[in-house]
């Protein structure tokens, strides 16, 4: 069997490696910044280096090459944190934790691998980012939008506190900071809708950044919106897939094909549904150390809300996603750990379980997770999931053959 040399960054518990190692493909090292995180990757994966730290600390990364120091690293994987890049919440271009990219990008650069695979939320595909370089008239641009939405977020704050004041304490006084502070967020809101149209003079889309970028280290780039549902994941979960060939390599990237769709037309399966994925697992006892079906404990009065919420719909009519009734004859929608607001059972009056929620992310239920219950939702929210990492490991590994 050919040798495939591997580097994995922000693993996580491995949902994105996971079709890697099941394809044979030798995961020398990975990196993880959270030690509790890692834990899990060590459990699943032992032959793995997991290099536990930060990645921007330039120690992290002499630990991470020194892997290579005798081998050709082949490929490199990793989806830098996304959390400038989100759909929802605030979006700030030049949030630290959307500069990972360049750590990414810098590794890259180091190993040379013959081909790299980056993952990253839907949301990149609208998301706009300073241009690499800008004139001196173009930072002075941004720099006046940044203050007026650094601005914002400080007018914002300080409602938040008056939201939470007692107003009977000193009633004129409050009344009075609630106005002023309303009248600051509405000039502020109409200075910032003055410079929409400037926006573009120091902006572009990320994506175009990305792939210049890589363009620049010799790679070609493709890019692609993929499913997870339409590759037998019970779980409608869209993640965009960046796929680099280093320019010497004579082949063409080929992103996996879909095998499922939403009806089984076309010669495809039917997508597969929560009740397909979890439904023996409904009645089953609590079991920490095998299955990890860990159960919720509720109090009687959310559980009555339970029990009123039906499907399609959440249990606090103010979220969207949170303590979300999934349809069980569908894939679920985005598996998130939302702070323990995850999926309530179709069917139960309770929340999803980890080894539940597991399923809709397609670990093997072998896969065992540590940490705390808490801790585990986490790792299962920012998680790749493993029928979709497998997908696109299959066509990565024919690269090489």
């Known amino acids: 069997m050919m040798?495939?040399?591997?580097?994995?960054?922000?693993a996580g518990c491995g949902g994105l490696g996971y079709g890697f190692h099941k394809e044979g493909?030798?995961?020398?090292?990975?990196?993880?910044?959270d030690s509790k995180i890692a834990s899990t990757y060590k459990e699943?994966?032992?032959?793995?280096?997991?290099?536990?730290?930060?990645?921007?600390?330039?120690?992290?990364?002499?630990?991470?090459?020194?892997?290579?120091?005798?081998?050709?690293?082949?490929?490199?994987l990793g989806g830098p944190p996304c959390v400038a890049y989100s759909m929802s919440g605030h979006r700030n271009?030049?949030?630290?934790?959307?500069?990972?990219?360049?750590?990414?990008?810098?590794?890259?650069?180091?190993?040379?691998?013959?081909?790299?695979?980056?993952e990253n939320v839907k949301g990149i595909l609208t998301m706009l980012h300073d241009k690499p370089k800008l004139t001196k008239k173009e930072k002075k641009i941004a720099d006046k939008y940044y203050e007026l939405e650094s601005h914002k977020l400080d007018i914002l704050a300080k409602k938040k506190v008056l939201s939470s004041k007692d107003e009977q304490i000193n009633e004129d006084n409050y009344i009075n900071e609630v106005k002023e502070n309303n009248n600051a967020l509405k000039t502020v809101n109409t200075e910032i809708k003055k410079m929409v149209k400037?926006?573009?003079?120091?902006?572009?889309?990320?994506?175009d950044i990305i792939k210049n970028t890589f363009i620049d280290l010799g790679y070609n780039v493709e890019m692609k919106l993929l499913n997870a549902a339409n590759y037998g994941v019970p779980q409608k979960r869209e993640r965009v897939i960046f796929i680099g060939l280093r320019n010497d390599i004579n082949k063409?990237?080929?992103?996996?094909?879909?095998?499922?769709?939403?009806?089984?037309?076309?010669?495809?399966?039917?997508?597969?549904?929560?009740?397909?994925?979890?439904?023996?697992?409904?009645?089953?006892?609590?079991?920490?150390?095998?299955?990890?079906?860990?159960?919720?404990?509720?109090?009687?009065?959310?559980?009555?809300?339970?029990?009123?919420?039906?499907?399609?719909?959440?249990?606090?009519?103010?979220?969207?996603?949170?303590?979300?009734?999934?349809?069980?004859?569908?894939?679920?929608?985005?598996?998130?750990?939302?702070?323990?607001?995850?999926?309530?059972?179709?069917?139960?009056?309770?929340?999803?379980t980890p080894r539940e929620l597991a399923r809709l992310q397609s670990f093997p239920d072998d896969f065992k997770f540590k940490g705390t219950k808490s801790n585990i939702l986490v790792q299962l929210g920012n998680a790749v999931p493993c029928g979709l990492s497998h997908a696109i490991a299959k066509e990565i590994k024919n690269l090489f053959i």
């Not at 040798?3 to 922000?10: G, P």
């Not at 930060?54 to 690293?73: A, G, L, R, V, W």
């Open 198 to 207: 400037d926006i573009q003079l120091f902006r572009m889309h990320v994506t």
């Open 3 to 10: 040798n495939i040399n591997c580097f994995e960054l922000f």
């Open 252 to 352: 063409e990237i080929v992103y996996p094909t879909e095998t499922h769709n939403k009806n089984g037309t076309d010669g495809k399966k039917k997508w597969v549904s929560v009740r397909e994925a979890i439904d023996d697992l409904k009645d089953k006892k609590e079991d920490y150390e095998n299955l990890q079906q860990i159960y919720t404990s509720h109090n009687d009065a959310f559980i009555e809300k339970i029990k009123n919420t039906p499907i399609g719909k959440s249990v606090n009519p103010k979220y969207t996603e949170a303590f979300f009734r999934c349809n069980p004859d569908e894939p679920s929608n985005t598996v998130k750990e939302n702070h323990g607001g995850v999926f309530v059972h179709y069917e139960k009056n309770r929340v999803m």
């Open 93 to 118: 271009s030049r949030d630290p934790r959307g500069q990972l990219f360049k750590d990414y990008v810098e590794m890259v650069k180091k190993l040379k691998p013959k081909v790299f695979v980056m």
């Open 25 to 33: 493909i030798n995961i020398i090292a990975c990196n993880e910044l």
């Open 44 to 76: 699943n994966y032992p032959d793995t280096n997991v290099i536990v730290g930060d990645i921007t600390k330039q120690e992290i990364k002499d630990q991470s090459y020194d892997n290579f120091k005798d081998k050709q690293c082949d490929i490199i």
